[in-house]
Each structure stands twice: as C-alpha cells, then as structure tokens.
C-alpha cells in the first residue's frame, strides 16, 4: 500500500469518527435541553433526540396518548414537561 493511500484512508476513518462524535454531541445538547425547561417547546426531532427514538417512535407515542402536541403555525411542538415525564416513566 502506498503512504498516501494510507493517509487517505487514515483520514477518512478520523473524519467519519469526528462527524459521529459530533451529531452524539448533538444529540446529547438536545437531550439535556429537554430535560430543563418544562414550558420550552421541541420540534418531533428534538424530541426523538432527548428520548433516543426516532421520529416515527415519537409519532407512534403521539397517536398512544403518551405525548401531546401542540401546534405552531401548523408545525408539531411537543413541551419540555411532557419529554420528561415520559423519560421518568411518569407517563
């Protein structure tokens, strides 16, 4: 193998760990987010990150009851308080 094919592949496996490591980053900034504020409103996305499911879970939990919605210019807002009800097992 050649070195600059290596340092090729070297630096793919390090922007591939770095861009992962970033969006857990993420989606722990999101997650510790929706355990704060109980009145702040999350997007179906924030939700799913601050619950670790993905947003046909949070779908799913909508259409059970689980969650509540409320509607922003016709756009789904789920609030802080309902997040972390359900991730304390409350709900």
């Known amino acids: 193998m050649l070195v600059s ?24 900034r999101e ?15 924030e939700a799913g990150a601050a619950l670790c499911c993905s947003r046909s879970s949070i779908y799913e939990l909508l259409a059970a009851g689980k969650l509540s919605v409320v509607r922003l210019d016709a756009r789904p807002r789920i609030r802080g308080e309902a997040i972390r009800r359900l991730a304390a097992g409350e709900a």
């Not at 630096?11 to 760990?17: D, E, P, R, V, Y």
């Not at 861009?19 to 980053?25: G, P, R």
């Not at 997650?31 to 996305?45: E, H, K, M, V």
């Open 5 to 28: 094919e290596r340092i090729r592949q070297e630096t793919g496996a390090h922007a591939q760990i770095h861009q992962q490591t970033s969006e857990a980053t993420n989606s722990n």
């Open 31 to 45: 997650a510790n987010r929706a355990t704060g504020d109980p009145d702040q409103l999350y997007s179906i996305d």
